[in-house]
């Protein structure tokens, strides 16, 4: 599967942004899929990811009530929906796809990555 993310950009602490990532091909529902972020000179992190039905939803603790990962299987699509951004979100997000089933979200778990996104969070 080949993914393509999109929506990155600047926006002041406290703005929104909402981040999208198509997939190729015809098995999207077969994929559970995640946003991570890498910061400048950090490592790559998980951020938010989504069971292959939608139903079920897990956070990082430093996003929780802020961000919300939805997906459209009919559309090939999976979003990240930020809200009350800080500076401190600014990174590259990036979308990542795993057919495999499991509860891991670590960066080595995932198979395939879209190019990122960048997200810049002004104070």
């Known amino acids: 599967v080949q993914l393509q993310a999109s929506g990155g950009g600047s926006v002041q602490a406290g703005g929104s942004l909402r981040l999208s990532c198509v997939a190729s091909g015809r098995t999207f529902s077969s994929y559970r899929m995640g946003w991570f972020h890498q910061a400048p000179g950090k490592e790559r992190e998980f951020v938010a990811g989504?069971?292959?039905?939608?139903?079920?939803?897990t956070y990082a603790d430093s996003v929780k009530g802020r961000f919300t990962i939805s997906r459209d299987n009919a559309k090939n699509t999976v979003y990240l929906q930020m809200n009350s951004l800080k500076p401190e979100d600014t990174a590259v997000y990036y979308c990542a796809a795993d057919p495999k089933y499991g509860s891991n979200w670590t960066v080595y778990v995932m198979d395939y990555w879209g190019k990122g996104t960048l997200v810049t969070v002004s104070s």
């Open positions: 989504i069971s292959r039905s939608g139903a079920l939803t």
